[in-house]
């Protein structure tokens, strides 16, 4: 017997309802202005929102379907939603997009898009009754196109595979299904302009894709680029709850803060603060100064150095990053929290709440 069979044609062909490695996005942090210089004219370029959902891929094979997630996780049984393009996918077709939860119409010019939060609700049930789905319905907004034809098309570049993804959404429309909009701008600074929008949008600013872009394994930068221009989406409104003095020239004013958000929305009983960031940078001396004198008309208790205070100060606190923490109570932990601005215009009541943080994990 032969050890070692020669190479078939097919010998690299997806069987069964195998997934594609996923093709990752850099981080874009430059200027606008310097966009030319560095990426070329937006000619060059793909342009879409980025949106905020579930990434995935719908795999159609031999008459069934497939999704998997971004972790490589079966996840075709949370979706039913999804399931009717079994029928009308074509056999050997992959695509890659974002499950969303889609609600059009809800309101007069709300985004269609939902927060995460909604569909974090669903992926945390091990059931989904009728009443979860009619509340939030999910869609996939599809922007990419791996295989066509039981052919593998990663490494055709990247308008010939969203022309290809373009022509078979026109031809089988599919309810659930859903082509992710390009975007269109003469320079940067106009598409700069579009990109403001994303938080009215409802999504986290533009994906940059190069024209001619293969589809890559993980974050490569050698079969082309896709880059995420994200809007900054780390900020939150919170309570301050406690303070302590400050140090050096500031060891006279109570200047370092805990701040808490509500567990739950609005109208919840028994609703609470839950405390999850300390800040003491952002104020100006003037504004710290008035602070402390709320801190001390408002004290409730004093343990050692720390007050906790009536909740009346709700502040925008802006941070880099947040990820979830089993040692913090909140079971976020966020980086380099500081305050943005003392609102002034917003009641405590109206702070923002856990799910707002959760919604910003990525």
């Known amino acids: 017997h032969r050890l070692i069979a020669e190479e078939s044609s097919d010998e690299h062909s997806q069987r069964g309802g195998q997934p594609y490695p996923f093709f990752l996005a850099h981080a874009l942090q430059a200027p606008p202005e310097q966009f030319e210089a560095l990426l070329g004219p937006p000619a060059g370029w793909l342009i879409e929102w980025k949106w905020d959902g579930i990434r995935a891929q719908v795999v159609k094979r031999d008459g069934q379907l497939w999704i998997w997630s971004r972790g490589e996780e079966l996840v075709t049984e949370r979706f039913p939603e999804l399931h009717s393009l079994a029928e009308s996918l074509p056999d050997g077709t992959v695509l890659d997009g974002e499950i969303l939860v889609w609600k059009p119409g ?88 579009q990109r403001e929008q994303s938080r009215s ?38 309570v301050l709850i406690y303070a302590q003095r400050g140090h050096g020239r500031r060891a006279s004013l109570y200047s370092d803060y805990t701040f808490a958000v509500w567990n739950a929305p609005a109208g919840t009983p028994d609703r609470a603060l839950v405390p999850f960031a300390k800040a003491y940078s952002g ?25 906790s205070v009536t909740p009346t100060l709700v502040f925008e ?15 976020i932990a966020v980086r380099f929290p500081r305050m943005l601005r003392w609102r002034l215009d917003k009641p405590v009541d109206e702070a923002d709440d856990l799910a707002s943080l959760q919604a910003l994990l990525v």
């Open 201 to 238: 949008l409802g999504v986290e600013g533009l994906m940059l894709k190069q024209r001619d872009a293969l589809y890559g394994v993980g974050r490569t930068k050698d079969m082309g680029l896709w880059w995420k221009w994200k809007i900054d989406p780390f900020s939150v409104d919170a």
């Open 106 to 193: 809800v309101d007069a010019g709300a985004p269609a898009v939902q927060p995460f939060a909604v569909l974090q609700q669903r992926i945390g049930r091990k059931t989904l009754g009728k009443k979860l789905l009619a509340d939030a319905p999910v869609v996939l907004q599809a922007y990419d196109l791996l295989e066509w034809q039981g052919e593998d098309w990663r490494s055709r570049p990247q308008h010939e595979r969203r022309q290809q993804l373009q022509r078979l959404l026109a031809e089988h429309p599919l309810a659930p299904l859903l082509l992710s909009p390009l975007l269109e701008g003469n320079d940067w600074a106009e598409l700069a302009r």
């Open 317 to 331: 606190l802006g941070f880099e990053g947040i990820a979830l923490s089993k040692r913090h109570k909140s079971g």
């Open 283 to 307: 104020l100006s001396d003037a504004e710290m100064r008035k602070v402390d004198a709320i801190i001390r008309k408002t004290t409730v208790e004093t343990f050692g150095p720390v007050r």
